[in-house]
């Protein structure tokens, strides 16, 4: 009996814990239904967000469909007309397509082939959605973009072994048999800066002038010898003082094509400093006295460009204009020639980056090495091309850095020293797309002693005269000019083998020579100097402008002595615009030399100004007039002029349109004013202020007062006023630490 109520009690157990288990479970799934039934509303909601976004995005696709519909609709009004301008733009680019334009060489008449440059590869794309003013501005397409290049280069400086900046460089001896023949042109030319270390005059006395000689000399004494040189501010220099036999002589050089005048500018010009308007000057000068002097077979056909530093598309803008399409250039970032030979891209055609015809590019070709001298101009290993220096033998008083001296070359060495230059030049051709490679013989000041010139010329044939007769070389070396280079370079692009050179657009700053040595301290360095170039370029237009219009007016009133004194100014600026002129690189007693030559050019100007317009302005005086500016020397800044009561002030507009705009002029009385027909209503007298260094104040300065005036001048007018005391002047008022009024 107790047995089986204990098992009736644990059964009611089991089933009341089962149930209240079941129950349990029953509550936990209406919990579930509750939880799905929330999450199937939030779906609801984000389906209905997602509906409304895209009942927007639908409107919004309306609107833009209509507003492509209107812009089509607009597009078909102006058709006709885009049409017109579409094929006159298509015209232009089937020019350029073509053989570059001729370039007229200046009012002679005469059309002169330079050489054909590269055909584009396709049009220049036309820029769109651009203001009216830049239409016919194109955006140039290269091969080569700089602007692009100098993010992509990591300019890393790698040691590259013998050619340091570089990598070794190896060819397959047997392989140069069968390819086209190595053409090398040694080029003896001599670097010499119209001041640096010394003044000009102190170079030309002590080197320039023997260089001269010694090339008038020896150019005649030995047949295969040639010879380039570019800075007509020594050469005119030296002309003068030579005898017509002389002159003769060297002209005759020039017609044989054994002496080349390059670039032929007043100098090698600075390109980061220099105005476009100097550069201008500068080469015009040059240009201008080869013309008159030597005749049409010395006017320059190549550019040489190897010691500014850095390079700027502007000078080969205008060098085309001057129908020079040819150039050497050498200081470019050790990275980007590494760069550019890795590719044989240091020779191409350099393009602007503006405008879409009327220049052709400009081929140029880049050292690949440190420098121009000869250690760095023959291969990659200068420890070996400077044995083939022979200026450093020891009769010649230089020496190798590398401590190997050159050798006389003899019967006995002919064949290893032949070798090893061989191997250098065979190297260096490595880096370029055509097999024709050129040496600079030279380097700043040589071929200024007699050892020099005979120890070069009679090394170097019996060189030539060995390689050249080595079939399994496969090479002709030879002196020549750079206009012989380009034409074997010609020659080579034009053949079977040949290989076309690439174009490039941009320019080539900031230079450096080697590591961090970033050569950009002389875009600022004296700015003084900097300051005195732009105030005397400024001043030589002006005498241009009134000394032409004064020509124009009363022809045979200008005396020939104005004219001198124009042209002293003109080299005076074109001087200093040598790349350690403008760029303040000189020694400082030079640059005190270039400051007195712009000085004296400075008083130059304003004598002409003076002669100039008192023709103009139909005055009988011989009075000189005076500028409103005055430089006691090159160290001090300008004066301002004092004008008295009773005196003239002429104003002279030097632009080609017209001004209208203040003047301001100091005076000595504060009654001054200015008498005109018809009267000129406004002006003002006002005090001068000035710092007192002792007190270390500004202060007002006594007897000197500042009287500004409203004129309208018409283009290159001038006219005279006159000063004189007036009681309608407006007069400003100013109050001091004492309170004193004026």
């Known amino acids: 009996m107790g047995k089986r109520n204990f098992y009736i009690i644990l059964s009611l157990g089991v089933f009341l814990t089962v149930s209240l288990y079941l129950y349990n479970g029953i509550e936990t799934g209406a919990e579930a239904i509750a939880k799905r039934q929330q999450y199937v509303d939030d779906l609801r909601r984000k389906i209905g967000n997602l509906e409304h976004v895209a009942e927007e995005n639908g409107r919004t696709i309306d609107r833009l469909e209509q507003q492509v519909r209107q812009a089509k609709f607009e597009k078909s009004v102006d058709f006709d007309e885009e049409k017109e301008k579409t094929e006159e733009k298509e015209q232009v680019r089937e020019q350029e397509k073509e053989v570059a334009p001729v370039p007229v060489r200046g009012n002679r008449g005469e059309l002169a082939h330079v050489h054909q440059v590269q055909k584009h590869i396709r049009p220049t794309p036309p820029m769109a959605d651009v203001c009216g003013l830049r239409e016919n501005i194109s955006a140039p397409h290269s091969d080569l973009q700089m602007l692009d290049l100098y993010d992509i280069w990591k300019f890393e400086n790698p040691d590259g072994g013998v050619w340091k900046q570089g990598w070794k460089i190896e060819y397959d001896s047997e392989k140069v048999k069968s390819i086209p023949r190595l053409e090398v042109v040694v080029i003896p030319h001599s670097h010499c800066d119209p001041g640096w270390i010394m003044t000009f005059d102190e170079y030309y006395n002590r080197q320039t002038r023997n260089i001269l000689d010694g090339m008038a000399k020896h150019l005649g004494e030995k047949d295969e010898m040639r010879f380039i040189y570019a800075e007509i501010s020594f050469f005119e220099t030296w002309w003068r003082d030579q005898s017509e036999e002389i002159r003769k002589k060297v002209k005759g050089y020039l017609e044989a094509g054994k002496l080349e005048i390059v670039t032929g500018g007043w100098v090698m010009t600075d390109e980061a400093n220099a105005h476009y308007y100097s550069m201008v000057t500068e080469l015009f000068e040059g240009h201008e006295w080869i013309q008159n002097h030597l005749g049409k077979k010395a006017i320059p056909k190549a550019h040489w460009s190897i010691d500014p530093f850095g390079l700027s598309p502007s000078l080969p803008h205008l060098l085309t204009s001057a129908n020079i399409t040819n150039a050497v250039l050498q200081r470019v970032h050790y990275s980007v020639k590494r760069e550019l030979a890795l590719k044989k891209n240091l020779e191409f055609y350099w393009r602007q980056l503006f405008g879409s015809t009327g220049h052709p590019d400009f ?291 030097t632009l080609s349109r017209n001004r209208n705009e203040p003047i301001c002029i100091q005076v000595d009385s504060v009654d001054a004013g200015i008498e005109a027909d018809p009267p000129i209503t406004k002006q003002q007298i006002s005090p001068v202020l000035q710092y007192n260094e002792e007190i270390k104040k500004l202060v007002v300065k006594e007897g000197v007062f500042e009287l500004c005036f409203a004129v309208s001048m018409g283009p290159m007018e001038s006219m005279s006023l006159k000063l004189v005391k007036s009681t309608t002047t407006t007069k400003s008022e100013i109050r001091t630490h004492s309170d004193l009024k004026l």
């Open 363 to 653: 081929r140029s070709h880049i050292m690949p090495f440190y420098s121009y001298d000869i250690p760095h101009t023959c291969g990659p290993e200068p420890s070996v091309c400077c044995q083939f220096d022979f200026r450093r033998m020891p009769e010649g008083g230089k020496s190798c850095d590398w401590g190997i001296p050159p050798q006389k070359i003899t019967d006995e060495n002919v064949a290893q020293r032949a070798q090893m230059i061989y191997d250098q030049y065979r190297k260096k051709s490595q880096l370029f797309k055509n097999s024709v490679i050129f040496q600079p013989l030279g380097d700043d000041f040589r071929y200024d002693i007699e050892f020099e010139w005979n120890s070069q010329y009679e090394n170097y044939k019996k060189l030539f005269e060995y390689m050249n007769s080595k079939p399994e070389w496969n090479v002709h070396a030879q002196f020549g000019t750079l206009s012989d280079y380009f034409k074997k370079l010609d020659a080579a692009i034009s053949s079977e083998s040949g290989e076309k050179l690439p174009t490039l657009s941009g320019d080539f700053f900031t230079y450096a020579d080697r590591d961090d040595h970033y050569w950009s301290g002389y875009f600022t360095s004296r700015p003084f100097y900097k300051q005195l170039d732009r105030v005397l370029q400024h001043y030589l237009r002006s005498a241009e402008i009134a000394f032409s219009l004064a020509n124009v007016e009363e022809e045979g009133m200008m005396d020939a002595k104005v004219f001198e004194k124009l042209v002293t100014a003109r080299r005076a600026l074109s001087l200093f615009q040598h790349h350690d002129g403008v760029t303040g690189t000189a020694k400082d007693h030079v640059v005190l030399d270039y400051g007195q030559k712009m000085i004296d050019a400075l008083n130059a100007c304003e004598e002409v100004l003076s002669e100039s317009l008192i023709v103009l302005l139909g005055i009988d005086s011989t009075q000189k007039m005076g500028m409103d500016e005055k430089r006691v020397n090159e160290n001090l800044l300008p004066e301002k002029r004092v004008y008295k009561v009773g005196q003239n002030v002429v104003l002279f507009n």
